[in-house]
């Protein structure tokens, strides 16, 4: 079941909690966007949770007055819903780079009159929001992440998640600091696990970067919405290629080969 809470200005999370086979719990989040003129989706969830992510989206918005539908990058558990989606968001436009555009036109099937392109520093004129195209700082070319300039809120995708321990909750502040830092390094680590081999003098320029956009809320499609304490965050981030993982969980026997 994915869960709907707005953390900011006409600004919702639609949460949908998988559970790994070794226990801990995955967030998969998508975000709407409401402006005074256009609204926006970002990301559409896996295909198996379509229906979910429709009901979920269908709470917070008529999905046939949807605008945008923002693919940060073409892994499954990011664009699986959007042919669902699009069936009853007849005037939505799919948008995202150019890698979006070339694996999407040839391999997902994206009709390109319905697809438009963006790039690094264009903005997305939502009316009374706007949103900033920005380069993926933490994860490959082929992913865009998105600041919103009113709100203040980054929209990443695979960067700044968190797999959760027992049960998953909405926000940071809510979760044990030790469990969140813990799952926050485990999971970075599993999918950058280039980190720890950057320059990490031209690593920290990046944290800056990020430290000096005024960022009030980070919104990561794999972890709770970080609502407080960015620069917190940010720390936490810097230490990833230094900090202690904890130990991957056993798998389930009908696993092992
Ligand atoms: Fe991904
Ligand atoms: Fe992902």
């Not at 690593?203 to 000096?212: K, L, Q, S, T």
Request: proline share 7%; aromatic share 10%.
């Amino acid at each position: 079941m994915t869960n709907t809470f707005e953390f900011a200005n006409k600004t919702y999370c639609l949460n949908y909690n998988y559970n790994m086979p070794e226990g801990p719990i995955l967030p998969i989040n998508q975000f709407v966007v409401v402006g005074s003129k256009k609204s926006i989706m970002l990301d559409t969830g896996a295909h198996l949770m379509a229906g979910d992510t429709i009901a979920a989206l269908s709470k917070v918005m008529n999905p046939q007055d949807l605008d945008y539908i923002f693919l940060t990058h073409m892994d499954m558990d990011h664009v699986g819903g959007l042919h669902e989606i699009l069936k009853l968001a007849p005037k939505a436009r799919v948008v995202g780079n150019t890698t979006v555009m070339g694996k999407g036109l040839s391999m997902y099937n994206i009709d390109p009159t319905r697809f438009a392109a963006v790039f690094p520093g264009q903005e997305i004129d939502l009316g009374d929001k706007v949103l900033r195209v920005e380069e993926s700082l933490l994860e490959d070319g082929h992913t865009s992440w998105l600041f919103e300039t009113k709100t203040r809120t980054y929209f990443t995708s695979d960067g700044f998640g968190s797999i959760q321990f027992g049960q998953s909750l909405p926000y940071v502040d809510l979760v044990p600091e030790s469990a969140y830092a813990g799952g926050f390094a485990m999971w970075q680590s599993m999918n950058f696990h280039m980190l720890p081999r950057y320059d990490m003098v031209k690593f920290r320029d990046m944290i800056n970067y990020m430290r000096r956009m005024g960022v009030e809320q980070i919104a990561s499609v794999h972890g709770p919405v970080i609502r407080q304490d960015t620069m917190q965050i940010f720390d936490l981030m810097e230490g990833v290629p230094g900090a202690e993982v904890p130990p991957h969980p056993p798998l389930p026997a009908m696993f092992h080969l």
